[in-house]
């Protein structure tokens, strides 16, 4: 069975892949060790209580770990206007009961490396900050994980920019750390997470249900729905870590090639691209990862619904 360690910058779309990995727990397909939290949608400290509130709202008794409130180089640069003040689309959610754990994130991700060596795998949704902090303590950490998924980057277009990805560009040197550290990577990224959206018509199962459950998410959804369509003219929830939660189940949702990717650190208009190198030959370096490259949109989105709609309907 799949063992799992995320670190997320919840986040509505983050929640989202919760609600996912939860219904994958429950139906005895992985199990989650633990949850790290990071600055990057909103600070840290919110992204750690939303991350314990929606665990204690799957009733799921997962460790969550805070970890840095900043980039390495530079100040964070949330996206309120993306998931909100508090992250959750304005839902403003009761304090969780349980508080975060006494580690750090660096000290869990560490920790459940030795304890899992070689078992591990590890999903990142949010800005690399803490997994490039956990390789600066200890480079020996890339060989005791057995794969990463890594929600960011693209090969062809950007979000933040014309050319770069939030969660990559957030913290493109903590990004360049984890690229180089030698660990076993899928980057699944904007050319596929775009491709893997909702939009009005796909919530009427969500719709019927009508109780408080149904009626949250479909807060969240609507509120990064209409977000999306102020900055792009789209009304549509775009599914970018619930996709990359999904890749760790089941790899062959996506279509891959092995390519040697870099981050762009100076340029003025470049800074936090991901630099996919497609040539034949590659003499920028060896191929350091897996990029996704298309997706089945349809079978994931059926996931999805259905792991939101199990909850929903227990409500
Ligand atoms: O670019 C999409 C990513 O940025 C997602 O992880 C989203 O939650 C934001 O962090
Ligand atoms: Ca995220």
Known sequence: MIKLLLDVDTGIDDALALFYLAHAQKK???????????????????????????????????????????????????APYVH????????????????????????????????????????????????????LHDPDLAKRICKVVIMGGSVFTGNVSAVAEANIANDPEAARIVFRSGMEMTLV?????HEVY???QDLQALVKIANERSAFLLQIIGFISTAYEN??????????????A????????????????DVELNGELTRGMTVVDRRGRTPLGEENMQVALEVDAERFKTQLMESLLAWAREG
């Open 28 to 78: 005895g397909e992985i199990e989650i060790l633990g949850s790290t939290t990071v600055g990057g949608n909103v600070e840290v400290g919110q992204t750690t209580l939303n991350t314990l509130k929606i665990w204690e709202m799957l009733e799921l008794d997962i460790p969550v770990a805070a970890g840095a409130k900043q980039p390495l180089m530079v100040p964070l640069n949330p």
């Open 84 to 135: 909100g003040d508090d992250g959750l689309g304005n839902t403003f959610l009761p304090a969780p009961k349980k508080g975060p754990s006494e580690e750090s994130a660096v000290e869990m991700i560490l920790r459940l490396s030795h304890e899992y060596a070689g078992e591990l795998t590890l999903l990142t949704t949010a800005p690399l900050t803490n997994i490039a902090v956990a390789l």
């Open 189 to 193: 990224g904007l050319d596929v997470t």
């Open 198 to 200: 909702w939009e009005e």
């Open 231 to 244: 900055l792009s003219g789209w009304k549509r929830c775009v599914l970018h870590d619930p996709l990359a």
């Open 246 to 261: 999904g890749v760790c189940l089941f790899p062959d949702l996506v279509k891959c090639e092995k390519r040697y990717v």
